[in-house]
């Protein structure tokens, strides 16, 4: 069965770059979640998008954006990237308010 | 607001023996309620839930969770480890009732020794 797809997996940035992260829902899913999950840290909810608008925002920095596009994938967009945004970023997608399914995320080392 | 207390942050228990993953929670409606399984450099995977229907839950790879809102515990637990049960496992709870948004518990090693 298809599941959700995340891309890159792996990214290296520098202190102030731009990253741009990618995420593929599971077929006829409606709503797409990021979380950022920190090194020896659970999950934290950034954002989430239900038929491409915005439903929820959690602890998302300012320098962070995000957009459900009409083919349902979604980018996340970190600007000013800093030290501490180096996390592991997962993308979950469900349909009708039903489970969440994640993707393999994406680890993002900020050096 | 929802929240999730998992009351282990490490467990270790022998191959075979039963495991017992502890977690209460707050929620101020019906929550739907989750177990998640995340192996080492791995993405999560969905163990079980609960979403208001049988108040026990039997989830994937002998797991299973049973719902008591009299003790606001959902504890997760399998009668006999397998080494490959090793993993962090974190008890989660639909955040909201209209966005489906999840929060995690802090998340529980398992340890199994053989």
């Known amino acids: 069965a298809a599941g959700v797809i995340q891309s890159p997996r792996h990214l290296i940035k520098e202190k102030r770059e731009t990253a741009t992260l990618k995420c593929y829902p599971i077929p006829r899913h409606d709503t797409v979640y990021w979380y950022q999950q920190g090194p020896g840290q659970d999950p934290q909810f950034l954002i989430s998008f239900y038929e491409k608008m915005q439903s929820d925002k959690g602890s998302i920095p300012d320098r962070f954006s995000a957009q459900q596009f009409s083919d349902y994938h979604s980018e996340l967009n970190m600007s000013s990237l800093e030290l501490g945004d180096s996390a592991l970023y997962f993308c979950?997608?469900?349909?009708?308010?039903?489970?969440?399914?994640f993707g393999q995320g994406t680890r993002l080392t900020v050096v | 607001a929802q929240s999730v207390t998992q009351l282990d942050s490490h467990v270790s228990v022998s191959e075979g023996t039963p495991v017992l993953l502890r977690c209460n929670y707050s929620s101020s409606y019906s929550p739907s309620l989750f177990w998640y399984v995340q192996h080492p450099n791995k993405g999560l995977q969905l163990l079980l839930k609960?979403?208001?229907?049988?108040?026990l839950v039997k989830g994937i790879n002998g797991f299973e969770a049973e719902f008591k809102k009299s003790e606001t515990s959902f504890h997760l637990t399998k009668p006999s480890a397998h080494m490959s049960d090793a993993a962090e496992y974190f008890c989660v709870v639909s955040g909201s009732s209209n966005t489906g948004k999840l929060i995690f518990g802090q998340g529980t090693t398992l340890q199994v020794k053989p």
């Open positions: 609960y979403t208001s229907a049988a108040t």
């Open positions: 979950a997608s469900s349909r009708d308010r039903g489970s969440a399914f």
